[in-house]
């Protein structure tokens, strides 16, 4: 079956810059999604087309393409945004949808 | 405003049936792609099935042949049909709307979840 991987962990500090990557073989053919969640709460959307912010996210949170690697990036990062975050895309075929594994964001 | 709630999980035994709801307000839920997605105590999100406006339905391997989703135009709201339910299966589902049809979209809004629980 499909799978997407994205670290287990990455670690900041407040002020500094987190990239967290999302690598799969079908990333070209399909957006990717990112999904910030906290404990206890239902995921909420942060990214979407691969670039695309939704309204009410920060403008310190950005996504990227290239290839088969889809990147999170949250700039200046500041410890209300310490959660797990999830990339979301398909399979090849469009049919399927298929999370990554999830990256816990620890700020320093 | 948009809503969804879920409803309808609990303690089930191993082997045994239960159906979970997500009531859906703001959005009708016959003209838009409706998924359910499970997330089990302290891992990753997992993707269960996905209904589309067409009333075609997928689903992950793991739970095919076993889970059924369905919706109810006049009620605007979701279900999915667990049988034959496993150890595994326990998990927080929570339902979600799926934008940017025809390609496979992003999940938003989400609801807050239904927690069900299969053990003896």
């Known amino acids: 079956s499909y799978e997407l991987t994205q670290p287990p962990s990455v670690s900041v500090s407040p002020g500094q810059t987190a990239r967290i990557t999302c690598s799969g073989d079908?990333?070209?053919?399909?957006?990717a999604y990112w999904y910030q969640q906290k404990p206890g709460q239902a995921p909420v959307l942060v990214i979407y087309?691969?670039?695309e912010r939704p309204s009410g996210i920060p403008e310190r949170f950005s996504g990227s393409s290239s290839g088969t690697t889809v990147t999170l990036t949250i700039s200046g990062v500041q410890a209300e945004d310490e959660a797990d975050y999830y990339c979301?895309?398909?399979?090849?075929?469009?049919?399927?949808?298929?999370f990554g594994g999830g990256t816990k964001l620890t700020v320093l | 405003e948009v809503q969804l709630v879920e409803s309808g999980g609990g303690l089930i035994q191993p082997g045994g049936s239960l159906r979970v709801t997500c009531a859906v307000s703001?959005?009708?839920?016959?003209?838009?792609?409706m998924s359910w997605v499970r997330q089990a105590p302290g891992k990753g999100l997992e993707w269960v099935s996905v209904?589309?406006?067409?009333?075609?339905?997928y689903y992950a391997d793991s739970v095919k042949g076993r889970f059924t989703i369905s919706r109810d135009n006049s009620k605007n709201t979701l279900y999915l049909q667990m049988d034959s339910l496993r150890v595994e299966d326990t998990a927080m589902y929570y339902c979600?709307?799926?934008?940017?049809?025809?390609?496979?979209?992003?999940?938003?809004?989400w609801g807050q979840g239904t927690l069900v629980t299969v053990s003896s």
């Open positions: 979600a709307r799926e934008s940017g049809a025809p390609f496979v979209g992003w999940f938003d809004p």
């Open positions: 703001g959005f009708p839920v016959s003209n838009n792609y």
């Open positions: 209904i589309y406006i067409s009333g075609s339905t």
């Open positions: 079908a990333l070209p053919k399909h957006y």
């Open positions: 087309k691969d670039s």
């Open positions: 979301q895309s398909a399979d090849s075929a469009g049919t399927y949808r298929v």
